[in-house]
């Protein structure tokens, strides 16, 4: 295919519950879903500017991203920062490749902003209940999920 459209690769849902942004990733991301992603991510976020909020990101199906999206990563996290989310979780299966992009481009814990990093969805909510942030609908979270059972 010619053209100089690059598609977008990289898949994305977002949902609010409460005071708690929710978010799952999958698949390899390019510069172009980073910057799309971006923009429905301030939208989605509209009601919870102002207040003190969360973000609980599903990382389990994310493939990581070319490195054109760290800038973009960087100052969404800003964005985020100075917007009002104060608590951030990740979760994921231990995966070092992952580890190590999200880290590089994630901001780590400060005054005013902490982020953990979970390998199952229960200890990453329970933790965010135990900091006020208590999601009523949990729906998103496991119906997106597919982290390998321990059978």
């Known amino acids: 295919m010619g053209g100089v459209m690059l598609s977008l690769h990289g ?4 949902e609010v519950n409460n005071n708690v942004m929710m978010q799952w990733f999958a698949d390899s991301w390019n ?5 799309t992603y971006v ?10 500017v102002g207040k003190d909020w969360a973000i609980i990101s ?6 990581l991203g070319v490195p054109a999206i760290e800038k973009h990563v960087i100052e969404h996290c800003d964005w985020f920062k100075l917007n009002g989310c104060i608590k951030d979780c990740h979760i ?6 992952k580890e190590m992009q999200l880290e590089k ?9 902490e ?4 390998t199952n969805i229960n200890d990453a909510v329970a933790w965010l209940e135990s900091e006020g942030f208590t999601i009523s609908d949990k ?10 059972s321990e059978t």
């Open 105 to 113: 481009m994630i901001p780590h814990t400060e005054p005013g902003y």
């Open 115 to 118: 982020r953990r990093v979970f």
């Open 39 to 48: 923009k429905n991510f301030r939208e989605t976020a509209q009601p919870l």
């Open 139 to 148: 729906s998103f979270l496991y119906s997106n999920i597919k982290i390998k």
């Open 58 to 63: 599903i990382f389990e199906e994310w493939k």
């Open 31 to 35: 510069e172009e879903a980073i910057i």
């Open 11 to 14: 898949r994305w849902k977002l």
């Open 92 to 97: 994921y299966s231990p995966d070092a490749a």
